[in-house]
């Protein structure tokens, strides 16, 4: 029989994230007084070449694929160029 473990709050891990990735209908949808966290339903996993993918389960579609090899980012996998990682130029820290 599998014991059922319980999350004590004690982990070794803070939550570092600097900018959040969410499906981009999502957002366009999200219900007035319901944040993107609360509103996300996404799955992440690594695809069988090793790179990260973010999946939105409600739209059934791509968020971004991380190619960990080349540093870069997917954002929609029919875009020919990816992207590379810090040069998105979408946030303050890409354009400094």
Not at 6 to 35: F, K, Q, V, W
Not at 51 to 73: G, L, P, T
């Amino acid at each position: 029989m599998e014991e059922e473990l319980e999350c004590t709050g004690e982990h070794l891990y803070d939550n570092y994230i600097a900018r959040y990735i969410h499906c981009s209908l999502c957002i366009e949808e999200i219900p007035d007084g319901i944040s993107p966290r609360m509103y996300a339903h996404n799955e992440v996993g690594i695809l069988i070449n090793g790179d990260i993918q973010v999946w939105c389960i409600r739209h059934e579609k791509n968020v971004v694929i991380f190619d960990m090899e080349k540093s870069s980012m997917m954002i929609d996998p029919d875009v020919e160029e990816p992207v590379m990682l810090g040069e998105c130029g979408e946030c303050e820290e890409c354009n400094e």
